[in-house]
């Protein structure tokens, strides 16, 4: 990694572990010198920029993320092993009781041709609380995800919101040739919001995913891990009271993969009921419901 | 009025963005207008009008499939059907206005002895046909390219069905012949009137057919429940 | 020298160090590591010496400020405090005691 690169990531880091910008400039300053004076590699003298950044959050104080908590919704299935592995980042507060039910599944059934695809499936989500959706490919995560959006019909079953709803798909979703912040203006119009406001809205949610969407650059040009993002500001944007985010990560790098957790908890702590499919269980210790879609039949065998 | 506004902008900002396409289409229908222009002045008329209309279908056909992803975010959003299909026919129809009026100059120079103001209404009936065409087929054909060789197919029957016969009056574009006999040939004024009642009747059919086409693909499902 | 021992001893008294160097003159971080590294107690990486100076100067036992040296680019120029200057004294008292004891033990192996 050259200086540039492991400086700009160190900035990174330190935003992510919430010490103040000011200090967090002069701290990577500072660093820049010594490199410039010694001539070394960054990596040989400070060691990887996560690593520094933690020793350096440490020693000003900046206080310790907090554990994970976990437990299983009663109507929902159990996954596996909600361990306590250890939450990068500080925005993350103790939290209030639960609120009031914002999203109510009741015995969403759907078959694709005769394949019985979701069976009976609950899911009870309040404000304040972040329900996950596991499940193997083919399980039927985002199906259930468009039928809670409403997008598709279920066989059977009832989805209730109280309040209003943001989606956020797991591809497409954005207009190939508009910018940005065309993009903040046209889901703003939506949600009543004068253009100006739903731009700076716009561009304050991308901020907290490191990302600055003020450039005149067309959808279609962003990188994959960019128009995700794009993807998920939008959905966002308006404050929607329940949010089904579908795998919106994908092809985020790991400190954006991390920004976007540090946004989910600052959203729960604001009272938003969330629901978010992934198929990585190292998450499931930071959530508040794991609803596994895996048939039980697979889990048995 | 401001969602229908903001979608109207937003949509003639992505059309004007695609830049090959728009191209293309543009001198289209001068292709069409030289290919008739030595020996036959009067279907040159026929044809660049034709062009028009086909070009702007095309554009409303890209257009209508370009937006089927983002659609329904947009409704949960707040946006309800006809404000999202009633925008993007304003953009469609501003970019067939800003299409047809060079034409136009160019007919108004180039040619005489016709009726000017005939052919002002027949390319004003073939761009208000041509958008609601171009985006009712976005909704039944699942891809571009199908949609393209229906507009291909149509376009063609246009050019060789004898037009006084029944069939070819379900075809779009059939008034652009009757009104274009009256501007041309200066026949009686029954060309126009069934051109202009054709015409007329083709834009609120396609319309409409949009307008329930979005209907049903935006509708709010009995399953979801806002409380 | 045992590296992972080295780096426990200096765990210890590496600010003590620094507080030291601080004493005898103000200075900036990359000159602290070559002075740390010409006493003869091994090089010390920015990513050791760092956080030992943003602790020092969270309790206030040193301060910093940014400014251009002599020749080249500005740099962040430490100095120790009062209370800087009496918790080094108050402790090298008590790190005298503590390794003179540990010298007098370790003494009688060498001399057996």
């Given at each position: 990694m050259n200086h540039d690169g492991w400086l700009h990531a160190l900035t990174g880091e330190l935003h992510r572990r919430g010490l103040d910008p000011n200090l967090s400039r002069h701290v990577v300053a500072e660093a820049a010198a010594h490199l410039r004076d010694s001539g070394e590699a960054p990596l040989r003298v400070f060691g990887p920029p996560e690593t520094y950044a933690a020793a350096v959050a440490e020693s000003v104080g900046v206080p310790r993320p907090q554990t994970g908590r976990a437990w299983p919704d009663a109507s929902a299935g159990v996954a596996g092993s909600a361990g306590t592995g250890r939450a990068a980042g500080s925005a993350r507060t103790v939290r209030s009781s639960p609120g009031p039910i914002r999203l109510d599944v009741r015995g969403i059934s759907k078959r694709y041709r005769r394949r019985p695809v979701l069976s009976g499936v609950d899911l009870t989500v309040r404000a304040g609380e972040i329900a996950a959706v596991v499940g193997a490919n083919g399980a039927g995560k985002s199906t259930f995800l468009r039928i809670c959006a409403g997008l598709i019909s279920p066989d059977r079953g009832q989805v209730r919101v109280h309040g209003s709803l943001g989606y956020c798909p797991q591809s497409g979703g954005t207009n190939d040739y508009l910018y940005p912040d065309e993009h903040f203006v046209l889901v703003g119009a939506g949600r009543g919001l004068p253009r100006a406001t739903a731009r700076a809205a716009g561009r304050e949610h991308a901020a907290a995913l490191d990302w600055d969407p003020s450039g005149r650059t067309q959808a279609r040009h962003l990188s994959g891990g960019t128009r995700q993002k794009l993807n998920l500001v939008m959905a966002a944007l308006g404050e929607p009271d329940v949010l089904l985010l579908?795998?919106?990560?994908?092809?985020?790098?790991r400190g954006t993969y991390l920004d976007f957790w540090q946004q989910l908890w600052r959203w729960r702590s604001a009272g938003k009921a969330i629901v978010v499919v992934t198929h990585l269980l190292n998450q499931l210790d930071r959530v508040d419901t794991v609803l596994d879609l895996t048939p039980t039949r697979e889990v048995s065998a | 009025m401001t969602k229908i506004l903001t979608v109207a902008e937003l949509a003639l900002r992505e059309i004007l963005r695609r830049r090959s396409v728009l191209v293309i289409l543009t001198l289209l229908p001068l292709a069409f207008y030289f290919s008739r222009r030595e020996d036959h002045l009067g279907q040159s008329i026929r044809f660049v009008c034709l062009g028009i209309g086909w070009a702007l279908s095309t554009a409303a056909l890209f257009a209508g499939s370009a937006a089927r992803g983002i659609e329904p975010r947009l409704r949960l959003s707040g946006y309800r059907p006809h404000h999202l299909h009633l925008g993007r026919l304003v953009a469609l129809w501003t970019v067939g206005v800003g299409l047809s009026v060079p034409y136009f100059a160019l007919i108004r120079f180039d040619q005489h002895d016709v009726r000017y103001g005939a052919i002002a209404l027949i390319m004003m009936l073939t761009v208000a046909v041509a958008a609601p065409f171009g985006l009712a087929l976005s909704a039944v054909v699942p891809r571009e390219l199908e949609g393209t060789l229906v507009l291909l197919t149509v376009v063609g029957l246009q050019m060789i069905m004898?037009?006084?016969?029944?069939?070819?009056?379900?075809?779009?574009?059939w008034f652009s012949r009757e009104i274009g006999t009256y501007a041309i040939d200066h026949t009686d004024g029954g060309y126009l009137t069934r051109g202009l009642m054709h015409g007329i009747v083709l834009t609120l059919a396609l319309t409409a057919l949009v307008a329930v086409a979005s209907g049903i693909r935006l509708r709010q499902r009995s399953h979801l429940k806002f409380m | 020298m045992d590296q992972e021992r080295r780096g426990q001893w200096l765990r210890g008294v590496l600010d003590l160090c620094v507080l030291a160097l601080l004493h005898r003159r103000e200075s900036y971080g990359y000159e602290l590591a070559q002075s740390l590294d010409a006493t003869g107690i091994g090089p010390i990486q920015g990513g050791t010496l760092y956080p030992v100076l943003l602790r020092l100067q969270r309790t206030g036992l040193v301060t910093a400020q940014w400014r251009e040296g002599a020749s080249g680019p500005a740099r962040k120029y430490y100095q120790i405090t009062p209370a800087g200057s009496e918790t080094l004294r108050r402790t090298t008292v008590d790190w005298d005691a503590f390794a003179s004891g540990v010298g007098t033990i370790l003494r009688e192996v060498q001399t057996r």
């Open positions: 579908d795998e919106p990560y994908q092809g985020f790098d | 004898d037009p006084a016969g029944a069939a070819s009056r379900l075809l779009p574009f | -």
